[in-house]
C-alpha cells in the first residue's frame, strides 16, 4: 500500500524540523578545519596512524579534457568476484557460491572465459563432514572449483559462508592469472578482504574463528601473497572502491574534535565537493593527496598490526594500506582508490596512478572500464541464482528454508 499525500507531507514536516538542528553548511565548515588541522597527519595516541606519502594537498581534473588524456598505463585488467547471496536449506546446510573473474582492456576473450567458482557450505550437525575438495578443473579447463566447508560457527553461519566463498574466489583467481597482467590490476573493491579483517574487532565469536581455525586465514593470506607477487613482477596492483563503508578516519577524529559524518567517504566528499552560489561546480574532478593509513581494518596489515600471524616476505611497512579520495561532481559520488605502500613509495608511481585513475573515471562516469567490465563477467544474475538454488537443492534432495520476506520480497532483495 502506498502512502497518501497527506501522510508524505506530515512525514516532510516531520522531518524538517531536523533542519535547523542539523546544517549541512556547518558539517562543510568543520570538514574544512579538519582538512587543514587534523590530516597531516592525524595523531591517536601520540602515534601517526593516518598521513600523507607527500605533500596534502586537493587537486581538481577539469572535465571532460582530463578523459581525452593519454593513459600512463597501456594495459588495464580488472578483477571482480560476485555470489548468488547465502542460501539456507532444509536439511541444515547454508551455502553461497562465488565466481570470479578478471577483465582485460584492451579485450582478451580467453581470459574472460576464465572462472574461478567456490561452493562455501557450513553445517552445524557435527556428525556431518562435508570434506573440502581439492581444486578442480572444469569447461575444457577455463574454470578452476572447489568445494570448501568453512568453519562451524553458532551465529552469522550466512556472514561466514558469504565472505569466505567471495574472498576465496577472488583472490585465488588473482594468483592464478597474475601473470596475465603486464601493467596494472584494479581489484573491484578493497586491497585487502575488509569482511574478514573486520572480524577482528566487530565481532568476538568471529575473530576467535582466528584463532581456532587455520582457514580464515588463510584466505587473507591469499592477497599477502598477491600483493608479494606482483611487488615481486614491479607490476602496480591497486582497489577501486566503490561503496566504502570505512569509518577509520571518523572515529579516530571523534577523539579529538567533532566529526559528525557517518563515514569517511562522507568526511571526504565535504572536502572535495566545489561549490559556486550554493551549488555543487561540476566542471572538474577532484581528488586528494595519497594516504598512509593505519586506521580501522587497515592497522592490521600496517606496522602497528601483527598481520593475523601471517608471514610476509617483504619489510612489513611494504603491506601498508595507502589510499587517495576522489570525488565526481557529476554523480556526487567518492570513490576510495588503494595500494599497498611498496606500490606506491615512488612519487612518479604515485602521479602516474592518479592520472590514470581520475582520467578513466572522468571518461567511464563511474568505475575504470577494466573494472566494470570484471564486474560484468563476475556478476551472477536474478535468473542464474534462483536457477541454482534449485538445481543444488535437487543434488541433495532439500529446499530452501524460506522466510516470509522471501515470500514477500524474493529471495535476491537488496542485502
Known sequence: MTLDPVHVEGI???????????????????????????????YRDGEAVLEPLDEHYRRAAPLPEIA???????????????????????????LDVAQAAMAAVPSDLDLHRSRTVVVGAHTNDSTLSLGDDEWRRNDEGYTHERLFEVPRVDRYAQTVVHALALYLAESHHALEHAGDVTDLLILDGPIYPTGLLNWTDRHPELANLFETDERPADVVENYVRLVERFVDRDVPIVGFVKNSVANGVTRTLRERTAAPWANDDALFEHVLARRADGEIRTDAITYTNWFRSRVGTDRVLSTAGDALGISRSLDPAAYEVTFFSLYDPRTELVYRV???????????????LIRQIVADVAAERGPPMAVAKADEL????????????????REFDSDRQRSYDDHRWGPDRDR
Open 12 to 42: 516532510a514536516r516531520l522531518a524538517g524540523r531536523l533542519g535547523g538542528r542539523v546544517e549541512d553548511v556547518d558539517h562543510r565548515d568543520v570538514a574544512e578545519t579538519v582538512w587543514a588541522e587534523f590530516l597531516d597527519p592525524l
Open 68 to 94: 581525452l588524456e593519454e593513459r600512463p598505463f597501456d594495459t588495464q585488467h580488472g578483477l571482480d568476484s560476485g555470489t548468488i547471496n547465502p542460501t539456507t536449506f532444509k536439511n541444515g546446510l547454508v
Open 338 to 352: 588503494e595500494a599497498p605502500y611498496a606500490v606506491t613509495r615512488e612519487r612518479d608511481r604515485r602521479e602516474r
Open 378 to 393: 563476475a556478476r551472477i544474475d536474478a535468473t542464474s541464482k534462483q536457477r541454482l538454488r534449485e538445481r543444488i537443492g
